[in-house]
């Protein structure tokens, strides 16, 4: 079943254009003052979210759960956490969700439950070896599978945990409450795919394959990775593509680049996969001021198969997990962001972006930046985009995951509940507190990092080949400054970055890209056509540039031509090449040139961002057809605006009779090639001045905006 009144688009791939924002339901909003978020608070903030520009929402587990870690540690599959609200409340959000082109994704935790989940009580009392105690992985002795790591080493001593009841150890990866599944038994497999088809009946988008390497354990191995876990990740890819159109399966494999790539199978395991090894890469490189790793980890990075995507993250809500670096760099990375051992837990450090960058704010856009530039798609973690501060003094990961900063008032907006029923406290620490700290305060203020982060990713979302496209990275002479281009068919975008803290300058071979010139993306402002030799940028401190290569080659040749040809030879009047295709060249290339050589053109010296054609309409006069045009002219750094242009299209053969008629200064020829055209200015249309005027005023009306006609 699908949502009826979606107005999602029927992409396969969307995932690769994707920009995801995930969120932990019980920290974003809470609609009943119980002090811990629900859905219905979350309904309430998709506008929030969808001006935000995220394209796509990761919801945290929400089912029921004894929570002691987190609703990883799940109850029931089947069911909302009634903390959270129920499953209508989590329908009416997902139909809201998608009205607005919004996709979801979900959990799918299918390596463990909770040890309260009836699946674990039944086995517990099973008879041994029986299919409901096969449910989980059992064993007299705690010694097999020695070569297994402890992941959650801070907490625990050992994989195996007993169990009075079942008078037997029981394998777990993660806590000791969390017993792993035991995937050699078919009917824990089929279980599984139940519950992905419960959920993706409602029209969930996609799911997170949680904790996806551990699901089997084989003897003389690190248990991680085993051939068993792609053979069923094949199978349940091949279930759901039979059933469902346009789902996702994101892998979240903390593993290195090889082997991470390896959850993507042929192209039919998972869609998406968690790029893990470049998270504090790109963290040491803005440490380091040195480009290396980034350079590095991308260059062991394997080719992945057609469609598939790599999700890229900053931050998240575990600790900005260590595991996937060299002993020496986790002492660096440790030594340079978590000075306070405190701020340690497990193989990694619990604190958000903005604190592990000192609250700079340059730094702190330098790492979205990074982010929306890596290739794969960028995930945002809830309250990064406002700078939000962390409190690791609270427990295991908490301190990452506390209460969302709306406003200033009583628990930052979040809840109406007393304070000290809130699930979390609300970070009220100084430098970060709620009361500044706040979408409130930053969206009426158009410098705040909210608003740059919305800007950024409407900027990005304007690229294809930012999601899709390849990437080369540039030799240059700067080991500060990481250089690469972004490219998807015609489109290739030039990233710059300054990894460094002072001003620097650097050179690049961009010889191969000769003839064209870098706009910056931001401002539209060309920059100097690249030549054959070496090109060369001065940055500042944590300073960036998107750059989009034009072909100056596009700007020689001002139309067309072939297509007018053909077009008019079809018999298309003139007005519809000037409106289509033949139109947004005519409007780029033919409009700027002429408007520098009319003397009414106000905007002289000043940098033409866009010409578009507003309004038209036809008139006839003595057998000669003309346009009469409203082009809007934008500039970069001044108001735009709006001029009444008559157009006419004179064949060769008349062109000789409009030049006798009218002396030929004030008609601008226009060079076509073969074919000639003529912009005429308005003076020869007094005739029409009475229409014009109709016009105009219709138009005042509809658009209820003045309008400035300068009538030459
Ligand atoms: C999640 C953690 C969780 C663990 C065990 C990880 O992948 O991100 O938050 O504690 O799985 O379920």
């Given at each position: 079943m699908r949502l009826k009144d979606s107005v999602l688009e029927d992409n396969p791939h969307w995932y690769r254009d994707a920009v995801i924002y995930q969120v932990h339901i019980k920290a974003f909003a809470d609609s009943n003052a119980d002090g811990i978020g629900d859905f219905r608070g979350l309904t309430g903030k998709l506008d929030y979210l969808q001006q935000l520009g995220v394209t796509a929402l990761w919801l945290l587990p929400f089912y029921p759960s004894p929570q002691r870690d987190d609703g990883y540690d799940i109850a029931d599959y089947y069911d909302v956490n009634p903390n959270y609200n129920t499953l209508r409340e989590f329908k009416q959000f997902l139909r809201a969700a998608h009205r607005r082109g919004l996709r979801v994704i979900t959990e799918l935790v299918l390596n463990h439950t909770s040890d309260q989940h009836p699946w674990f009580q039944r086995a517990r009392k099973a008879k041994q070896g029986s299919a409901h105690r096969d449910f989980y992985v059992w064993s007299d002795t705690p010694e097999k599978y020695r070569d297994a790591r402890i992941i959650f080493r801070d907490f625990e001593s050992s994989n195996w945990t007993w169990d009075p009841v079942a008078k037997a150890n029981y394998w777990h990866r993660f806590y000791s409450h969390q017993p792993d599944l035991n995937f050699d038994n078919p009917k824990v497999q089929a279980e599984m795919l139940k519950v992905i088809d419960f959920w993706m009946g409602l029209g969930v988008d996609g799911v997170r394959l949680d904790a996806v390497p551990y699901l089997y354990e084989r003897e003389g191995t690190n248990c991680e990775n085993l051939p068993e876990t792609h053979t069923f990740l094949k199978k349940l890819r091949a279930h759901l593509d039979e059933r469902f159109k346009n789902r996702l399966l994101l892998s979240e494999a903390n593993q290195w680049p090889e082997d991470a790539a390896a959850y993507f199978g042929d192209g039919d395991e998972s869609n998406m996969a968690f790029h893990f090894p470049l998270m504090p890469r790109m963290f040491m490189a803005i440490e380091m001021e040195d480009r290396f790793p980034i350079v590095d980890i991308l260059d062991q990075t394997p080719a992945i198969p057609e469609g598939c995507q790599w999700a890229i993250f900053l931050r998240n809500h575990d600790e900005l997990t260590l595991e996937m670096v060299t002993d020496e760099e986790r002492d660096y990375m440790y030594r340079v962001y978590a000075a306070d051992p405190r701020a340690r837990i497990n193989l990694g450090i619990r604190r958000r972006l903005a604190p592990l960058m000192k609250n700079n704010r340059r730094k702190i856009e330098l790492m979205n930046v990074l982010l929306f530039s890596m290739p794969g798609t960028p995930i945002i973690y809830y309250g990064d985009e406002i700078g939000m501060g962390d409190n690791y003094y609270l427990g295991d990961r908490n301190g990452v995951r506390t209460p969302m900063q709306w406003n200033q008032d009583r628990n930052a907006g979040f809840s109406q509940s007393s304070p000290q029923r809130l699930f979390l406290p609300v970070i009220i620490e100084a430098e970060y507190h709620y009361e500044s700290i706040n979408v409130e305060n930053q969206e009426r203020n158009p410098s705040s990092l909210l608003w740059w982060m919305r800007r950024t990713i409407a900027m990005r979302k304007n690229f294809k080949a930012f999601g899709c496209g390849s990437l080369e990275i540039l030799p240059s002479d700067n080991p500060k400054v990481l250089t690469f281009i972004r490219s998807h068919k015609d489109e290739k975008i030039l990233v710059v970055i300054n990894l460094s803290r002072f001003t620097q300058t650097v050179t690049v071979d961009l010889s191969r890209y000769a003839g064209m010139f870098p706009e910056e993306v931001f401002s539209r402002n060309r920059f100097p056509i690249?030549?054959?030799?070496?090109?060369?940028?001065?940055?500042?401190?944590?300073?960036?540039?998107?750059?989009?290569?034009?072909?100056?080659?596009?700007?020689?040749?001002?139309?067309?031509?072939?297509?007018?040809?053909?077009?008019?030879?079809?018999?298309?009047?003139?007005?519809?090449?000037?409106?289509?295709?033949?139109?947004?060249?005519?409007?780029?290339?033919?409009?700027?040139?002429?408007?520098?050589?009319?003397?009414?053109?106000?905007?002289?010296?000043?940098?033409?961002?866009?010409?578009?054609?507003?309004?038209?309409?036809?008139?006839?006069?003595?057998?000669?057809?003309?346009?009469?045009?409203?082009?809007?002219?934008?500039?970069?750094?001044?108001?735009?605006?709006?001029?009444?242009?008559?157009?006419?299209?004179?064949?060769?053969?008349?062109?000789?009779?409009?030049?006798?008629?009218?002396?030929?200064?004030?008609?601008?020829?226009?060079?076509?090639?073969?074919?000639?055209?003529?912009?005429?200015?308005?003076?020869?249309?007094?005739?029409?001045?009475?229409?014009?005027?109709?016009?105009?005023?219709?138009?005042?009306?509809?658009?209820?905006?003045?309008?400035?006609?300068?009538?030459?």
């Open positions: 690249i030549q054959e030799s070496r090109y060369h940028f001065t940055m500042g401190q944590y300073d960036y540039f998107w750059f989009v290569l034009r072909s100056t080659e596009a700007r020689r040749e001002p139309c067309d031509e072939e297509y007018l040809k053909l077009k008019l030879a079809e018999g298309h009047p003139w007005w519809d090449v000037v409106n289509g295709k033949a139109g947004e060249r005519f409007c780029s290339f033919v409009l700027p040139l002429y408007l520098q050589r009319v003397f009414w053109f106000c905007g002289k010296g000043r940098v033409i961002s866009q010409i578009t054609i507003l309004e038209s309409c036809q008139l006839k006069q003595n057998d000669q057809l003309f346009l009469l045009t409203f082009i809007k002219v934008a500039y970069t750094e001044w108001d735009p605006e709006v001029y009444l242009l008559p157009l006419a299209w004179i064949s060769n053969e008349r062109l000789q009779n409009v030049k006798e008629r009218y002396p030929l200064e004030i008609i601008t020829p226009l060079s076509l090639g073969d074919i000639d055209g003529f912009l005429c200015d308005a003076a020869y249309f007094e005739e029409f001045r009475e229409l014009l005027m109709k016009m105009i005023h219709e138009r005042t009306k509809v658009t209820g905006e003045p309008v400035l006609i300068w009538l030459a």
